[in-house]
């Protein structure tokens, strides 16, 4: 997985340095749910590099929840295309600051909305967040690289540009398949191969290879949308219903 966006050394990553760049910013909350396996240690070594957990979320959150995202990232005609019911049960995998997690929570007032990050402060963070913008039906918990230890199955899983830093993923899918009620939905945007922003090219995954994987994991396709200018927008569902 790419644990430094766009190349860059985890060291060099503060968010005023990002501010106002084509850079990865979903990629950059994701980074932080897969590169803490050690909540502990705070550190992780892959590929022979040690890099560490997200802190200063505030400072990241003025790069996620920059409006300026807004205009490719659609987040409101993303959920609407999702058609989520006002009372479902969705976790936005890999949340980081809450940029599609609040507007989740605002989507389903009579469900609820669990966004799960490995970072704790980014977690610290999304629940303050909640708290202070009256989502009661919003919480943030901590997941690890292989299970977003979810408490009870839910509808819907959103995962915005994190499919490709999941280490393992037939198997972190095929444990997922048990997180979902009847007829759940997985949810899959991620950057295109040809796409100016995102990850290295050789960091990011096609889509007929997530449909593989997903297949392998007991998926199925049933929808996707095209019409996002960056990315792709796959839907999944539990292979036999």
Known sequence: MCTAPCGMGRETMRPDRWLGRSMC???LAAAAMFALVGVASGQ????????HAFENAEGWARVFDDPARDAWQQPDK?????????DASVADIGAGTGYFAVRL??????GRV??????????????????????ANLAAQ????DDPLLAAPVDLVLLVDVYHHIPAREQYFARLRGSLKPGGRVAVVDFRLDSPR???????????????????AGFELVAQHAFLPDQYFLVFQSAGG
């Not at 993303?78 to 058609?83: D, N, P």
């Not at 901590?142 to 690289?145: D, E, F, K």
């Open 25 to 27: 910013w979903r990629t």
């Open 44 to 51: 992780h070594t892959h590929g022979g590099a040690a890099t």
């Open 78 to 86: 993303v959920i609407a295309a999702l058609g989520i019911a006002s």
């Open 105 to 110: 929570a605002r989507a389903v007032p009579k």
């Open 114 to 135: 669990i966004g799960v990050d490995a970072a704790p402060d980014m977690v610290r963070y999304l629940n303050e967040r909640a708290r202070r913008e009256d989502l």
């Open 142 to 145: 901590l997941g690890t690289a």
């Open 198 to 216: 995102g990850p290295p090219r050789e960091g990011r995954v096609s889509p007929d290879e997530v449909t593989r994987e997903m297949k392998a």
